[in-house]
């Protein structure tokens, strides 16, 4: 009897323990609803990577920072540390420890990241209002992906982690700025990857229990 008992134990144990861990099952009346606002994001996400080339001619004016990567310096991931510019959150393929509850937040905590950094650099540099527009349009296409699947708040969102680019000389300040474009571009390339995964994202296929 006390095997029964402790085997019965045991049981419940990992069955709560793999319920816990298992990806994120969305209601399966607000799938259309949640598709459609991943498409929309995905859509503006496409836009945002395609006037960053131009929105950085406009305002990166400093000899050698261009957007080829194989300019980049050691100097320069250098200056990512000595200006304090965060990095992105890492998004990763969907999975039992990655849920789409985790990626849905992190979506969200990029490109609020990003909307603030733009917001500090704007106020010495003019031309990123129309990036800046567009990723908080964005975060509102994220927020009806959290809303319509009841996904829960992160402690990642919601901060304001932007330093204090403003004060900085004229150098930095152009330097700080394409540090941000160029992370904004890598991104939201990983932005599409995710958003076209959750746009086809399958209640039923989210692992086994």
Do not use: W
Not at 11 to 30: D, E, M, R, Y
Not at 51 to 56: K, L, S
Not at 148 to 166: F, I
């Amino acid at each position: 009897m006390n095997t029964l008992i402790v085997v019965a134990v045991l049981h419940h144990f990992l069955f709560a323990v793999l319920v816990q861990s298992a990806p994120v099952s969305l209601p399966s009346n607000s799938l259309p609803a949640f598709r459609e606002a991943a498409e929309r994001a995905k859509t503006l996400v496409e836009k945002v990577l395609e006037d960053i080339p131009a929105v950085h001619s406009t305002v990166v004016n400093t000899e050698g920072l261009t957007l080829d990567p194989s300019t980049q310096t050691a100097n320069l991931q250098m200056m990512v540390t000595s200006l304090g510019i965060p990095a992105a959150p890492v998004l990763k393929p969907l999975s039992e420890r990655f849920t789409l509850d985790i990626c849905v937040s992190r979506m969200l905590a990029g490109s609020q990241l990003y909307q603030g950094l733009l917001g500090v650099l704007s106020v010495r540099l003019s031309g990123l209002s129309d990036l800046q527009a567009d990723l908080r349009d964005l975060q509102t296409h994220i927020k009806k992906m959290k809303e319509v699947a009841q996904l829960s708040s992160s402690a990642e969102e919601d901060k304001d982690p932007s330093p204090d680019l403003a004060s900085r000389g004229d150098y930095d300040v152009q330097v700080a700025a394409h540090l941000t474009l160029t992370q904004l571009r890598y991104f939201c390339h990983d932005l599409i990857r995710s958003l076209r995964a959750v746009a086809s994202y399958r209640p039923q296929a989210a692992g086994s229990r």
